[in-house]
């Protein structure tokens, strides 16, 4: 059973970083796409940013070139770089995976973006 854990979510400021992890429970090397979604409040689940097995990035064009996805498959770990964050980012941030035609999604890490 693949199990995906996220960390590195936070209070910070607007204009602030922060750094999320995604930690699987396993080597991802046959893992397909992974990535990040988020839900605000009120709000639906939204895609943020996925990249593709050979490492090919798609991004929300609410993030571009503010968010950067990127992955280690021999370690098992999926990133996501958020910089100039907004309050409009603030969120619970899921981890994604792929695999096998089966989707796998973490538990979620709170983002809180303050003005």
């Known amino acids: 059973q693949v199990q995906l854990r996220e960390s590195g979510g936070g209070l910070v400021q607007a204009g602030g970083s922060l750094r999320l992890s995604c930690a699987a429970s396993?080597?991802?090397?046959?893992?397909?796409?992974m990535g990040w979604y988020r839900q605000g409040p009120g709000k639906q689940r939204e895609l943020v940013a996925i990249?593709?097995?050979?490492?090919?990035?798609n991004y929300a064009n609410s993030v571009k070139g503010r968010f950067t996805i990127s992955r280690d498959n021999a370690k098992g770990m999926v990133y996501l770089r958020m910089n100039s964050l907004k309050p409009e980012d603030t969120a619970v941030y899921y981890c994604?995976?792929?695999?096998?035609?089966?989707?796998?999604w973490g538990q979620g890490t709170q983002v809180t973006v303050s003005s």
């Open positions: 994604y995976a792929q695999k096998w035609g089966y989707e796998y």
């Open positions: 396993e080597s991802t090397i046959s893992y397909n796409d």
């Open positions: 990249i593709t097995n050979g490492g090919t990035p």
